[in-house]
């Protein structure tokens, strides 16, 4: 059984998706049980939406902007397609419109993309949170901002410089307006908002402020004080009503966004209920952005599933390649080092850095290896257990390094 | 229209869920047309287990431990009942049998409150990232355990003295064997794989690693080169299979999980399409878990939905209260304080700390402000703009405090 997907737009995330959708067919169709399939594509040069959206089940907007996504989006739903988008532009300008027209003709409008890059936070806030009484929500929401601001307190660098660095790597977009004004970060919560409180809010009415006027100046005073600053939007429940904005907050370091670095979004849910949780990952490039539109169409074409699905034949493995480090306290004497060297060298682990301090007549060695079987590194530390010139047990323990680099 | 609730098990988490259900019943209602209600509580002493599932639409099992919480779960499930269970233990060593059996009955099982607190690393395994293929997953999943690395690197205490503090604080319980051994973390794990890799996997076949023989000399090694040492869950895609452990580690300084302190939970889940996501949050105490385990009867009631509630008629407050830095450059000379301070004091801004650094002829003022109204702030700033000894336009900015403190 296929489930047809109609298609608008072809750009940057518009054929991330269509890519990613053909790659995970299989997949999708023996988790579901049914093939998602791309039954047309709109771009300004081809395609007819009418045809289109006649042949799917459902239709993914990632055309952006308010015009014509707007209205192809009523359109597709007054035809009884569901409809997915990633477009906070609309949504935040035109939200109550689109969830009417989607409430009357009983379709689904799933919009995960429009916020937050990979966060999962419009889920969470509908789902792990529907019990939930919500009382704040801060998030930063916005890659290139908090990139900038990273690049500045990382390495110095003044606005400007931090601003063409992130022009230059494709992080800001050659006119940064939208986003550095704060503008793109209001439209975001403008929908959190909505969501988290049940309140209507246009974008208009999200008081903005942003980073072109932070200088290195307030960046230095951060770094004195251990605060971070950050642009930070946050919706808020106040007495007599709620609260939505966008502006530059140094946060204490203890706040789960303090340490969100360089292109990540992150967002931060308070309720009674549960205290607090953070949800953090990469700001939306093309291929996140397709990723969370695909988990949309998923959920739409079933419910979630409950249950695990059922078992792939695939052993458990016990012995994995881990970096260590390895403390041993030994008599102070020469050879004491090559010995050791020896025996790692044997059993292939190799020395990534090693530090010696002396103790009086013994010395403390401090090793970080690295990466080897487990199973390799332990015949080499029971090795060296049984070296004459050890003071006490060698003690060790796995390293884990950054997988994941959050700026070059 | 009622939905019936059986709860088996009235201990620290079914008392705080049964009073959750109780108190959020009516926002429930008016949210999903249905209103919970407990029809039936079972206790060592009081009520029957075949009254109350026939009496329940839905039965959640807070009992804990092997017996007889498997039998009741499957026999709750062959009745034809959807299950929700907080237990971690049950669905990793009967997790199979489990989930074959609520696969024929044709009902929901859920279990996002048995593993990472309240954090929903379930429901985003298995509905965001459906379309993703899943490489690794790294979890600080037990709190007793992080609370205890924690202390012991914040105040330099041994292992023994703070494991004793975290008992005092009701971080760990009189025998925290389950906790310290590493064993509760493997259970958690042996869950988290069986969803991310399909992968049944028993807690018995998860090598798992514990706390107790780590020492302050491990810290001050990790102090020393920025490392943060963290009992991790680890479930990885390897070549030729897929492996599933629990040990400390030090992780270096950018990787998400080194700054998740106190007796907080996180999980970061790393895939090609997403790059990676984090959840965190404080772990489970009985109100998280019980906030936990209420999502996930909501989730079973009705499908989630996928639209904004109707609106609620609430204004949109614009003028709210914060903390701000203000800093000023002035003329250094007599009284330059005290007319800013009067200003301030005017507005009804009190000073939380004030730093002065002389520049020659000129001196720079760095204040924080305890939180006021913005429109009394910016009223004395644009008093303070106003001074002919100031030589440059005030800066401001605005201080947001952490919200909740991760340990005492």
New interface residues.
């Given amino acids: 059984m296929t489930f047809r997907v109609g298609l608008l737009g072809h750009g940057t995330v518009g054929s991330a998706f269509h890519d990613?959708l053909e790659a995970?067919a299989p997949?999708?169709e023996a988790?579901v049980g049914q093939r998602p399939e791309i039954s047309g594509v709109l771009t300004r040069s081809r395609g007819d939406f009418d045809d289109i959206v006649e042949r799917s089940d459902l239709v993914v907007e990632l055309i952006g902007g308010l015009d014509p996504a707007r209205d192809y989006i009523l359109r597709a739903m007054a035809a009884g397609k569901h409809v997915v988008t990633a477009n906070k532009a609309v949504l935040s300008q035109h939200?109550?419109e689109i969830?009417d027209a989607?409430?009357r003709a009983g379709v689904?409008?799933?919009f995960?993309a429009a916020v937050g890059g990979?966060?999962?936070v419009i889920?969470?806030i509908?789902?792990?949170?529907?019990?939930?009484?919500i009382d704040?929500v801060?998030g930063i929401v916005n890659g290139t901002t908090n990139f900038i601001l990273s690049e500045m307190t990382r390495t110095g660098a003044s606005y400007e410089e931090a601003l063409r660095e992130a022009q230059a790597l494709g992080y800001a977009e050659a006119d940064p307006t939208e986003d550095v004004s704060g503008r793109d970060a209001a439209a975001k919560m403008a929908i959190i908002a909505?969501?988290a409180?049940?309140?209507?809010?246009h974008l208009e009415?999200v008081?903005y402020q942003g980073i072109e006027?932070?200088?290195s100046?307030?960046i230095a005073?951060a770094k004195e004080l251990g605060?971070s600053?950050k642009l930070?939007g946050s919706a808020?429940r106040?007495d007599?009503?709620?609260?939505?904005?966008v502006?530059?907050?140094?946060?204490?370091?203890?706040?789960?966004l303090a340490?969100v670095?360089g292109s990540f979004n992150a967002v931060t849910i308070?309720?009674p209920?549960?205290?607090?949780?953070?949800?953090?990952?990469?700001g939306a490039g093309g291929?996140?952005t397709?990723?969370?539109v695909?988990?949309d169409?998923?959920?739409?074409m079933i419910?979630?599933?409950?249950?695990?699905?059922?078992?792939?034949d695939?052993?458990?493995?016990?012995d994995?390649e881990s970096a260590f480090?390895l403390?041993l306290e030994v008599a102070d004497r020469p050879g004491v080092l090559a010995q050791i060297a020896e025996i790692l060298g044997l059993q292939e682990v190799s020395v990534k850095s090693v530090v010696q301090k002396g103790l009086g007549e013994d010395a403390r060695l401090?090793m970080v290896l690295h990466p080897v079987l487990e199973s390799k590194f332990k015949a080499a530390v029971d090795l060296i257990a049984r070296l004459d010139f050890l003071r006490s047990p060698p003690?060790w323990?796995?390293?884990?390094?950054?997988?994941?680099?959050?700026s070059p």
Avoid: W
Avoid at 197 to 201: A, E, Q, S
Avoid at 397 to 406: A, C, D, K, N, S
């Fill in positions: 990613l995970r997949a999708i988790a939200g109550e969830y989607a409430r689904q409008l799933r995960e990979v966060v999962p889920r969470v509908h789902e792990t949170l529907a019990a939930a009484h704040r801060h909505r969501l409180f049940d309140l209507p809010v009415s008081p006027d932070l200088t100046d307030d005073y605060l600053l930070v808020e106040l007599g009503g709620i609260s939505v904005r502006y530059p907050a140094f946060l204490y370091g203890a706040h789960p340490s670095n308070e309720s209920a549960i205290t607090e949780i953070t949800l953090s990952g990469p291929a996140q397709a990723s969370a695909l988990g169409v998923i959920s739409a419910p979630p599933p409950t249950l695990p699905a059922p078992a792939l695939q052993p458990l493995i016990t994995v480090y403390h401090e003690r323990i796995h390293v884990i390094e950054e997988t994941f680099e959050e």
